[in-house]
């Protein structure tokens, strides 16, 4: 009896045995099985990592060469815009851009237009522009901020497909340089008085440029200037050298322009966009002399006749007594010439324009703490002139000048 519970004992541990080697193996199976499959994941995701550095290595551009261009805080980075999306970039992607110096913009939108708001990096793909620019949207010159010169190379690399995508089609505007497409050459020229506050009417005039024709415009404003009496032009766009160009080129008809040139009635004043800038403030406090001595009525330019323009007339309208709205109402009627922008046309696009605009330039004169809708901006305006360089009295003298003694 107790030979066979032995027996069974042996069989029993025999069983486990065997049942135990079967487990173990189906363990070692299924171990492999594992094994085979991270190793198969593994492989995927390691051609899914080739695919998206292939992809992202086909939006390079590499060792470019750069262009000073202080315009708007930029430069050019020498690729054509066609050439640059040929190569797989896109508006609204997140891109960084590597100088050879090692300075980097990281994680940077690109845009056909400026959406930054001021003081933000980008890179702009702007219609007629040669090359394709980084730049610091009206902030400080890029140039000297990433310590370039003209031996300089740039690279530039995608970041992020479509991440800035949403704001690239919110703010994507574009306008055409066909006369027939527009109800008026007011219109065309973006040609008018600005008459908010106290100022008097028709001594003050806006417009695009009456002298740099690459966007067919500068006929149109040389006819309306010369029909509305202008004797001083205060160009805010070009220098000495730039006009001598304009006068010799084969489309150049604009013979008003060319008569107070030669008077020395243009005074070119070749500002960016840094509003903040001494820079600039020191040039905005000499365009304002400019008006101080000499007869008007006067005509205010850049290229477009819109931002720069912009912002000096906002200066001199706050100087002048404007409200805040009159200023918003004013620089909106630029954007309805262009774009067909008004706040019952397009009310979404209107207010983002009005917020990240013209906003950031009225508060580069206020600072960033004033509540700019309610405040009596005609102090900000003497404050911001006394800052470029400008005599309190003189600028006393400016605003009786210009409002016919109102204060």
Same mark, same amino acid.
């Given at each position: 009896?107790?030979?066979?519970?032995?027996?069974?004992? =042996? $069989?029993?541990?025999?069983?486990?045995?065997?049942?135990?080697?079967?487990?173990?193996?189906?363990?070692?199976?299924?171990?492999?099985?594992?094994?085979? !499959?991270?190793?198969?994941?593994?492989?995927?995701?390691?051609?899914?990592?080739?695919?998206?550095?292939?992809?992202?290595?086909?939006?390079?551009?590499?060792?470019?060469?750069?262009?000073?261009?202080?315009?708007?805080?930029?430069?050019?980075?020498?690729?054509?815009?066609?050439?640059?999306?040929?190569?797989?970039?896109? /508006?609204?992607?997140?891109?960084?851009?590597?100088?050879?110096?090692?300075?980097?913009?990281?994680?940077?939108?690109? /845009?056909?237009?400026?959406?930054?708001?001021?003081? &933000?990096?980008?890179?702009?793909?702007?219609?007629?522009?040669?090359?394709?620019?980084?730049?610091?949207?009206?902030?400080?010159?890029?140039? %000297?901020?990433?310590?370039?010169?003209?031996?300089?190379?740039?690279?530039?690399?995608?970041?992020?497909?479509?991440?800035?995508?949403?704001?690239?089609?919110?703010?994507? $505007? !574009?306008?055409?340089?066909?006369?027939?497409?527009?109800?008026?050459?007011?219109?065309?020229?973006?040609?008018?008085?600005?008459? +908010?506050?106290?100022?008097?009417?028709?001594?003050?005039?806006?417009?695009?440029?009456?002298?740099?024709?690459?966007?067919?415009?500068?006929?149109?404003?040389?006819? =309306?200037?010369?029909?509305?009496?202008?004797?001083?032009?205060?160009?805010?766009?070009?220098?000495?050298?730039?006009?001598?160009?304009?006068?010799?080129?084969?489309?150049?008809?604009?013979?008003?322009?060319? !008569?107070?040139?030669?008077?020395?009635?243009?005074?070119?004043?070749?500002?960016?966009? !840094?509003?903040?800038?001494?820079?600039?403030? +020191?040039? +905005?406090?000499?365009?304002?002399?400019?008006?101080?001595?000499? %007869?008007?009525?006067?005509?205010?330019?850049?290229?477009?006749?819109?931002?720069?323009? #912009?912002?000096?007339?906002?200066? $001199? &309208?706050? $100087?002048?007594?404007?409200?805040?709205? &009159?200023?918003?109402?004013?620089?909106?009627?630029?954007?309805?010439?262009?774009?067909?922008?008004?706040?019952?046309?397009?009310?979404?696009?209107?207010?983002?324009?009005?917020?990240?605009?013209?906003?950031?330039?009225?508060?580069?004169?206020?600072?960033?703490?004033?509540?700019?809708?309610?405040?009596?901006?005609?102090?900000?305006?003497?404050?911001?002139? @006394?800052? #470029?360089?400008? @005599?309190?009295?003189?600028?006393?003298?400016? %605003?009786?000048?210009?409002?016919?003694?109102?204060?």
């Amino acid at each position: 009896m107790k030979r066979q519970k032995w027996i069974y004992r =042996l $069989l029993l541990l025999v069983l486990l045995g065997v049942a135990m080697a079967f487990f173990m193996a189906g363990c070692a199976g299924g171990g492999d099985a594992g094994d085979a !499959s991270a190793e198969k994941a593994g492989a995927e995701q390691t051609d899914a990592e080739k695919t998206g550095d292939d992809r992202t290595a086909s939006c390079r551009l590499a060792d470019c060469g750069v262009v000073h261009m202080p315009e708007y805080g930029g430069i050019y980075i020498k690729s054509t815009i066609d050439d640059f999306n040929a190569l797989g970039f896109a /508006y609204g992607d997140s891109v960084d851009i590597t100088f050879d110096n090692g300075f980097q913009l990281k994680d940077i939108p690109y /845009y056909n237009g400026y959406y930054t708001r001021t003081g &933000e990096p980008l890179l702009v793909a702007y219609p007629g522009y040669d090359y394709i620019r980084a730049a610091i949207n009206s902030g400080d010159d890029l140039w %000297k901020v990433a310590d370039l010169n003209e031996d300089s190379l740039a690279t530039v690399t995608l970041h992020e497909r479509g991440r800035y995508l949403e704001i690239q089609e919110a703010r994507n $505007l !574009s306008y055409t340089d066909d006369r027939d497409d527009y109800d008026s050459d007011k219109i065309f020229a973006n040609f008018r008085s600005i008459r +908010a506050g106290d100022l008097k009417k028709k001594l003050v005039y806006r417009s695009a440029s009456p002298c740099d024709n690459q966007h067919e415009r500068a006929l149109y404003a040389d006819r =309306l200037m010369k029909k509305a009496g202008v004797k001083r032009v205060i160009d805010l766009a070009d220098d000495q050298e730039m006009i001598r160009e304009y006068l010799k080129a084969d489309d150049f008809d604009s013979p008003c322009f060319r !008569s107070l040139y030669k008077k020395g009635n243009v005074f070119p004043l070749n500002m960016n966009a !840094s509003y903040g800038s001494d820079e600039f403030r +020191a040039k +905005a406090a000499d365009g304002m002399k400019a008006i101080l001595e000499g %007869k008007g009525p006067y005509l205010i330019h850049c290229t477009e006749g819109k931002d720069r323009t #912009g912002f000096m007339c906002m200066l $001199l &309208e706050a $100087l002048c007594g404007a409200s805040y709205q &009159e200023i918003v109402d004013d620089y909106m009627i630029t954007y309805d010439n262009y774009y067909g922008i008004t706040r019952e046309s397009a009310p979404e696009k209107y207010d983002i324009i009005v917020s990240d605009v013209l906003d950031p330039m009225i508060r580069t004169m206020t600072g960033k703490r004033v509540n700019i809708r309610n405040a009596s901006l005609s102090r900000y305006a003497v404050r911001y002139l @006394k800052s #470029g360089g400008m @005599k309190a009295a003189d600028i006393q003298k400016l %605003k009786e000048k210009l409002t016919g003694g109102k204060d």
